[in-house]
C-alpha cells in the first residue's frame, strides 16, 4: 500500500480585530521574534516530511503582505482567496485540493505558530480513514457559566471537558463533502472543523495537543510570544578601571611609610606628606575610575596642610568621591618596585591597612612587591616605585 499522502490547508483570511489593527497588518502578519506569525506557521507544515501540498487561504487584500512575509516560501505554496468566515474560507481551501485529492487533509489556523513536529506527527500517526483526528488540552481550570449579567450562574463539571486545537485532521473526501453539505443547508456557524465533522456524523478521535500550540488572538498574546522568543539584550555593565604611578625617593630617616604601614629602614622616602608611594598610586587609580583628575589636583603639594600628612587620609577621601559617584570598589592591586625593604612580611598588614580604608574586604585587595634586578634608579636604591590598578563598578550599563 503506498504512503497516504496529506495536505494542508493553513486558515489566514481573519482580519484579526482582536489583535488590534496595527499599521502591519493583520496579526498573522506581525512578526514575534523576528519572524512573521504565518511564516513560521506556513513553514512548519511546508517543511514536514509526511505533509505535502500546502494550501494558505488569505484575504484577497493580503498578497503583498503575505509575499513580503514569506519571501521565497510563497513558491512552495498554493494561495488562494478566502471567503467571510472561517468555515467559508476552509471550504476555498478544500475546493483548491479537490481537483487533485489527497487521502487526508489537516486544517490549521495561521496565528498557531508554535506547532511542533511532534504533533504534526502524533495527529498525522492517528489519521485512520473513516475518522478525524483533534489534538485537544484537557481543560484544567474550573469553567463557570455566567448568567449573563456579570454573575455566575453555575459551576461545569469539567469530566472529559478538553479545549480543541489545530490542525485538526480528516480524510479529505470527508470533511470536504460535509463542508459542501454545511453550504448548501446554509449553515455557517460551526467554530472549528471538527464540529463540522461531528455534525456529519464523522467520528473524530482525540490526541494530546500541545500547550505550547497558542492561538495568538489578542495583542498581549502576540507581545508575550515575541518576548519569549526575542533573545535578551546584553546587557554592558559599567565597569571602569584605573591605574596609578608613582615614585619617592630616599632620604635620610629610619623608617618609610608603604601602603599604610611603617616599616623600620634605614632611609625614609621624601616628600610632601608622609611619601606612601603605594597609597598614591593607588588613589591615582581610584581617581581615574570616575574621571576626578589626580591626586595633585585634590591635594596639592602647594597647600600646607598636607605636609608631612598621613596618606591614608588621601584615599579614603578618594574612595568617598568614588562612592559619591555612585561607584563601588571591586579590586584595588598595587605592586611595589624596590630592591628594600623586604615587603613579604609586612603584607598581611598592608593589606587589612588599604581594606580598611577603602571598606572592601581583604579578598578584594592584591600586594606585590618586586625588586627591579638592581638596574636604574631602584636598582641603585635611590626610591621605590608603585604602580596600581582599581576596578570599580557604577550603576547602569556603558552607553551605545
Ligand atoms: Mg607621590
Known sequence: MST???????LAAGRGERAGSPADGPKQYRSVGKVPVIARTIGAFAR??????????????????????????????????????????TLEGL???????????MI???????????????????????????????????????????FVRETVSRDNLHASQTPQAFPFAAIRDAHEKARRQGLQDFTDDAAIAEWAGISVR????????????????????????????????????G???DVHAFADGDHVRLCGVSIPHEKRLSGHSDADVGLHALTDALLATC???????????????????????????????????????????VTLVCEAPKIGPHRAQMIAAMAEMLEISPGRISLKATTSEKIGFIGRKEGIAAIASATVVFPGEVPQ
Open 48 to 89: 514536514h516530511p509526511k505533509i505535502g501540498r500546502v494550501v494558505v487561504v488569505i484575504h484577497r487584500d493580503d498578497c503583498a503582505l503575505l509575499r513580503k512575509a514569506i519571501g521565497a516560501m510563497i513558491d512552495e505554496i498554493v494561495v488562494v482567496s478566502g471567503g467571510p468566515t472561517r468555515q467559508a474560507s
Open 291 to 333: 574621571g576626578a583628575g589626580d591626586i595633585g589636583t585634590h591635594f596639592p603639594p602647594s597647600d600646607g596642610r598636607w605636609k608631612g600628612a598621613d596618606s591614608g587620609l588621601f584615599l579614603r577621601h578618594t574612595a568617598n568621591l568614588v562612592r559619591q559617584a555612585g561607584g563601588r570598589i571591586s579590586s584595588a592591586d
Open 108 to 150: 490549521h489556523d495561521a496565528a498557531r505558530p508554535f506547532v511542533s513536529d511532534e504533533l504534526l506527527d502524533r495527529i498525522a500517526d492517528a489519521l485512520e480513514d473513516d475518522c478525524g483526528v483533534l489534538p485537544a488540552l484537557r481543560v484544567s481550570d474550573t469553567i463557570k457559566r455566567e448568567d449573563g449579567c456579570g
Open 95 to 105: 475546493r483548491a485540493l479537490s481537483e487533485r485529492p489527497p487521502d487526508f487533509v
Open 4 to 10: 497516504p499522502t496529506i495536505a494542508a490547508i493553513i
Open 206 to 241: 482525540l490526541v494530546a495537543g500541545a500547550p505550547e500550540n497558542v492561538k495568538l488572538t489578542w495583542p498581549a498574546d502576540i507581545e508575550m510570544a515575541d518576548l519569549k522568543l526575542t533573545p535578551r539584550t546584553a546587557v554592558f555593565p559599567d565597569v571602569r578601571t
Open 243 to 245: 591605574t596609578g604611578y
